[in-house]
C-alpha cells in the first residue's frame, strides 16, 4: 500500500493514480501510455505539469530513467533493483549499434561519451556532470558509471590490456568505499551524503582501453570531524573502527566495549581528561602536547622575539579543534595522494580521458553555516556552467551562425553569482575582507555589512523575524538562510605553527610521513611573519580549486546527468509532487527540454565535415555535373574541401540525396540533430565497408596472381631439379655399366684363358693310328690339312654354336661338325645337340697329346650312341662355369 503523500492517504492515493492516468491519456491523444515515453520532448505541450505527471507515472511503473533532451533524468528509487545494473545490460547497450533507441539508461550516456572519445567526429575529451540534490543518488550514479567504463573499456583481443583495465577497474572500485569512510557522512536529508567533491578522471589510451585514472578531491568538511550539527553524524570511518576493531586493536586505539565517545565526554571535565590518551596515540609526550594546546607563541618585534600566552578555555578548545581537523585533513589528502598512485597512468600512456564530477548536491538545514554557502557556491557555478554551455550558448550560437531561430527563455543564475562571488564587492569579498582585519568580528557587525553593501540585490534576502544574525540567498534551487556566526572564524581556518612543529616531532610512522620535519616543505597553513597578509582563506582556496576544474570541464564535451530525490523520507513508491517540482524548477529542466526539442545538438565546422563526410559522394551514381554538383567521374574522385556556405550547401544536399534528416548550414559550421548524426555515420560507415571490398577484392587478385606466379616458378624449379637428378642418375648408371662391361670383358677374357689352359697343347699333332669310330671311311689328304686347320679354330666354332644369335639350322650344325672333327659322310651315325637343344654344354675335355678323340662328359654335342653320361661329381673348372650359364631357366 501506498503511504500518505501530501495530505492524502493510500485509498486516494490510488484514486488520484487513476485520475493521473487519464488526464495524461486525454493530454496525449491516446496513442502512447506516460510511462513508454522514453524523452520529454516528446510530452506536448511541455510544460511543468505535464512534465511532472509524465515522470510520476514512469516511477510508478518502476521506471526510472527519463531523457529530456541533451539531460538524462535519474529518479532515485530507494530500493535494491539489480537487474538494472547487471554486467550483462552493461555489455547489451555497448554492443547496441544505436544505443539511443534503448530504454534510457546511466549506461547510454556512458555508451555515447565513449564513443564520442572513439570520435565520431573528432577525439575530444567527455565528461559526465552528475547534479541533484543531497540524497538524489549522485554518488550511486557515479559508482555505476565508472563499473560500467571498467568493462567496456577493456579490450576483448589483448588479454594483457584486459589484466590492466581489469586491475585498474578493481583499484578504482576498491576505493570508493574507502574514500566514502573518510569523506562521507549521515546528515538529515541523507545516509551517506558525500562531504566533499571529486572528479575522477578516466585515462584512455589511442586504442580506447583504460590504462589509468586519477582523483581530485574538493573542500573536504574537515569541520565535522569537531563538530556536528544536532541529529547528524561524523565520517563514517569512526563508526566503521569502532564496531570493526577486534580486541587486539581496542586495546591499543583506547576503544572500551560500550563506550561512547566525542571531543570531552562531559562538559564538565577537563583538557586533562582525554590529553593522555591523544598522547599516546599521536606519540607525542604528554607535558608537550599539553603546553602546546594550553600556550600560545607570539613572535613580535623587529628582532621576532617569541612571547609565550596562556590561552583562555575556549582558545584551548580551538586549538585543540584545529589539531583534530589539521591531522584528519592531511590524513585525507595522503590517502587520496596513495590512491593516485596505485591507479593513475604515465603521461604518455594515455591521450584522452572521461572525467565523472560528484560533488555535494545543494543543500538547506535549519542551520547553514560557511561548508552550505561553498557547497550551494559550488553548485551555483555548475549550473552557470549549464546554462552557459547549453542553454544561453547554443541559442546564440544559431543566431549567430544565421540559422532561424526563435529565442527561449530561461532562468539564468549569474545574478546570484556576482552575489556570492562578484567584483568588487560581494559576500566572499566581505568575509575575506574580515579575515584580513586584525580585530576580533561579531555576527551581528558581519551582518551589517553585507546588507549595506549589497542592499538592494535581487538575490539578497533578510529574515527579520530570525533571532541571530542572519542573511538570505536566493539560489536557482531555492532561498537559504545562512548563519553570519562563525563564518569569519572558519573561513580564516587558523592553524598555529607550533602545532605543525609539534606534529613534526611525533614518533608514529604515518605521523612522520604526514606531517615531515623537512623546514622546505611549508604547508600553506603556516606562513612565516613577513607573509601574513596574502594567506589564502578557505573560500580563496576552494574558490581557485573550483576555477580550476571549471576549466577542465569547458575543456570536454559535457553529458549532464540530473537526479531528482522523489522524497524527502527516502522510501520507495513515493512520490511528493511539491518536491519535485522544486527541483525541476530549480534545474530549469523545462527549458532545456524546449531547447532540446527545437535544437541541434551537433555542431561541426566545414571544414571537418567535409574531411569526414565528403566520401558519401560515392553513393552516387555518375551524373553531369552541376555547379555545385560532384566532380565528373561521379564523385569518385575527391574534391578540394570548399568552405563558402553556397557551395557548402549543394555539396551537402549531394550528399545527404539519400539521407533525408533536417541539417542546417549556417556561416561556419553544420548544425545537425543526433538522429542525422546517425544516419550520416551510417551511410560513411556504408562507403568504407564498399571501399574495404574493394581493397579485398584487389588484394585477393593479387594474392592470386603471386600465388599462380609462384605456382609457375615452383613448377619451372621442380622440372630443372628432376631433369638435374635424372641426368645425374642417368650418368650413375652409365657409369656403373661401363664398369659392368668392362668387368664382363675382363671376365670374359679370363674365363677364355682358362679354357685354352684346359684344352691339351698349342698344336695338335694327328696320329695315322687313331682310332676311329666304327663305319668311318679315312678321309683325302686335302680334307685331313682342312680338319687340322679347323682343329686349332674349334673354340670359335664352338662359341658360335653356343650363342644365342648367329648361324641357325643346319649351317649351326656344320660348324659344330668341323669344329670337332666329326664325319661328315655318315651324319646318321651321330647326333649333336645345341646348347639351345639341350641344358649347356658341361664339359669338353680333349685326350692326351697324339689323339683326336674327344672326351663328352654330359655334353650337348655328344655321340648319342658311343659317349656315356658322366657324373654330376666331375664337372670342374670351366665345365662348371658352362653348366651355370647353360642351365635350364638361365636367361
Not at 501506498?2 to 492516468?21: C, D, I, K, P, Y
Request: glycine share 6%; with cysteine; charged share 20%.
Amino acid at each position: 500500500m501506498l503511504q500518505q503523500v501530501n495530505g492524502h492517504g493510500s485509498g486516494s492515493a490510488a484514486h488520484s493514480g487513476e485520475s493521473l492516468r487519464e488526464d495524461l491519456k486525454e493530454l496525449l491523444g491516446g496513442e502512447v501510455p506516460p510511462q513508454q515515453l522514453n524523452d520529454l520532448t516528446k510530452v506536448n505541450p511541455v510544460t511543468l505539469e505535464t512534465v511532472l505527471r509524465c515522470l510520476q507515472a514512469r516511477y510508478m511503473a518502476d521506471t526510472f530513467y527519463t531523457n529530456a533532451g541533451c539531460t538524462l533524468v535519474a529518479m532515485n528509487p530507494f530500493k535494491p533493483v539489480p537487474q538494472l545494473y547487471s554486467p550483462e545490460l552493461m555489455r547489451e547497450y555497448h554492443a547496441a549499434s544505436q544505443p539511443q533507441t534503448l530504454k534510457p539508461h546511466i549506461f547510454t550516456v556512458g555508451e555515447q561519451t565513449y564513443r564520442n572519445v572513439k570520435s565520431l567526429i573528432e577525439p575530444v575529451n567527455q565528461s559526465v556532470v552528475v547534479s541533484g540534490e543531497s540524497g538524489a543518488g549522485k554518488t550511486w550514479t557515479s559508482r555505476c558509471l565508472m563499473k560500467f567504463y571498467a568493462v567496456v573499456a577493456a579490450s576483448p583481443m589483448s588479454w594483457e590490456s584486459h589484466k590492466v583495465a581489469e586491475r585498474i577497474e578493481q583499484r578504482i572500485l576498491n576505493s570508493n568505499p574507502v574514500m566514502e569512510a573518510f569523506g562521507n557522512a549521515c546528515t538529515l536529508r541523507n545516509s551517506n551524503s558525500s562531504r566533499f567533491g571529486k572528479f575522477i578522471q578516466l585515462q584512455l589510451n589511442g586504442a580506447q582501453q583504460m590504462t589509468g585514472a586519477a582523483v581530485q578531491t574538493y573542500l573536504l568538511e574537515k569541520t565535522r570531524v569537531a563538530c556536528q550539527a544536532p541529529s547528524e553524524r561524523n565520517f563514517h570511518i569512526f563508526y566503521q573502527i569502532y564496531k570493526g576493531a577486534h580486541a587486539e586493536e581496542r586495546v591499543r586505539w583506547r576503544l572500551p566495549e560500550g563506550a561512547a565517545f566525542s571531543w570531552l565526554p562531559h562538559p564538565e571535565r577537563t583538557l586533562e581528561g582525554s590529553v593522555g590518551t591523544s598522547a599516546l596515540l599521536l606519540g607525542l609526550p604528554e607535558d608537550h602536547l599539553l603546553e602546546t594546546l594550553q600556550i600560545r607563541t607570539i613572535r613580535a618585534g623587529r628582532g621576532q622575539q617569541v612571547f609565550q600566552k596562556p590561552c583562555s578555555q575556549a582558545e584551548c578548545n580551538t586549538r585543540r579543534d584545529c589539531l583534530a581537523k589539521l591531522v584528519y585533513a592531511r590524513l585525507f589528502d595522503w590517502l587520496v595522494s596513495v590512491i593516485n598512485s596505485s591507479i593513475c597512468a604515465a603521461p604518455d600512456s594515455w591521450t584522452t580521458f572521461i572525467g565523472l564530477l560528484d560533488v555535494y548536491g545543494f543543500e538547506s538545514f535549519p542551520n547553514n553555516s560557511l561548508e552550505q554557502l561553498c557547497i550551494n557556491y559550488a553548485n551555483e557555478k555548475l549550473q552557470q556552467h549549464f546554462v552557459a554551455h547549453y542553454l544561453r550558448a547554443q541559442q546564440e550560437e544559431y543566431a549567430m551562425e544565421g540559422l532561424a531561430w526563435s529565442f527561449v527563455s530561461y532562468q539564468d543564475n549569474q545574478p546570484c553569482l556576482d552575489l556570492i562571488e562578484g567584483s568588487p564587492v560581494s559576500i566572499c569579498s566581505l568575509i575575506n575582507e574580515e579575515c584580513r582585519l586584525n580585530r576580533p568580528s561579531s555576527a551581528a557587525q558581519l551582518q551589517t555589512r553585507i546588507e549595506s553593501a549589497l542592499t538592494g540585490h535581487p538575490r539578497l534576502g533578510r529574515d527579520r523575524l530570525s533571532p541571530e544574525p542572519s542573511f538570505i540567498v536566493l539560489h536557482y534551487a531555492g532561498p537559504v538562510r545562512y548563519r553570519t556566526a562563525g563564518l569569519v572564524e572558519k573561513n580564516k581556518d587558523p592553524v598555529p605553527p607550533e602545532l605543525t612543529s609539534l606534529l613534526q616531532q611525533s614518533q608514529d610512522p604515518l605521523l612522520k610521513v604526514l606531517f615531515p620535519a623537512d623546514p622546505e616543505d611549508k604547508s600553506p597553513e603556516e606562513p612565516s611573519g613577513q607573509n601574513r597578509a596574502p594567506v589564502l582563506t578557505v573560500v580563496s582556496k576552494f574558490k581557485a580549486s573550483l576555477e580550476q576544474l571549471l576549466q577542465v570541464l569547458h575543456g570536454t564535451t559535457p553529458h549532464y546527468i540530473r537526479c531528482i530525490k522523489p522524497n524527502s523520507q527516502a522510501q520507495a513508491q513515493i512520490f511528493h509532487r511539491e518536491e519535485v517540482l522544486s527541483q525541476l524548477e530549480a534545474c530549469g529542466l523545462v527549458e532545456t527540454i524546449h531547447i532540446s526539442a527545437a535544437g541541434f545538438p551537433i555542431r561541426v565546422s566545414h571544414r571537418n565535415f567535409m574531411e569526414r563526410y565528403q566520401l558519401l559522394r560515392r553513393l552516387r551514381p555518375a551524373i553531369t555535373p552541376s555547379p555545385h554538383g560532384p566532380c565528373p567521374d561521379g564523385g569518385r574522385s575527391e574534391c578540394p574541401p570548399c568552405t563558402e556556405p553556397a557551395t557548402l550547401q549543394g555539396l551537402l544536399q549531394e550528399i545527404l540525396h539519400t539521407l533525408p534528416a533536417p541539417l542546417h548550414c549556417g556561416r561556419t559550421k553544420v548544425f545537425m540533430t543526433d538522429s542525422t548524426l546517425e544516419l550520416l555515420e551510417r551511410g560513411r560507415a556504408q562507403v568504407l565497408e564498399q571501399c574495404a571490398r574493394h581493397i579485398q577484392r584487389g588484394w585477393r587478385r593479387h594474392r592470386c596472381r603471386t600465388q599462380a606466379r609462384r605456382r609457375r616458378a615452383a613448377v619451372l624449379i621442380q622440372a630443372a631439379v628432376r631433369s638435374w637428378l635424372t641426368r645425374k642418375h642417368i650418368q650413375q648408371l652409365h657409369a656403373a655399366a661401363t664398369v659392368i662391361k668392362r668387368a664382363w670383358r675382363e671376365w670374359r677374357i679370363r674365363m677364355a684363358f682358362l679354357a685354352s689352359e684346359e684344352l691339351d697343347g698349342v698344336e695338335e699333332k694327328h696320329s695315322p693310328h687313331a682310332p676311329c669310330s666304327p663305319g668311318s671311311s679315312p678321309l683325302p689328304p686335302a680334307q685331313t690339312r682342312l680338319q687340322g686347320a679347323i682343329t686349332r679354330l674349334w673354340p670359335l666354332g664352338l662359341a658360335l654354336a653356343n650363342a644365342a644369335v648367329g648361324v641357325h639350322g643346319f649351317q649351326r650344325k656344320l660348324v659344330v661338325f668341323a669344329c670337332l672333327q666329326l664325319p661328315v659322310g655318315s651324319p646318321r651315325s651321330c647326333a649333336v645337340q645345341t646348347a639351345q637343344e639341350q641344358a649347356g654344354v658341361l664339359s669338353i675335355r680333349a685326350l692326351p697329346q697324339g689323339s683326336i678323340r674327344f672326351h663328352c662328359r654330359k655334353s650337348p654335342l655328344r655321340y648319342a650312341d658311343t659317349c656315356p653320361g658322366p657324373s654330376p661329381d666331375s664337372v670342374t673348372g670351366f665345365n662348371q662355369i658352362l653348366l651355370e650359364r647353360h642351365r635350364p631357366g638361365h636367361v
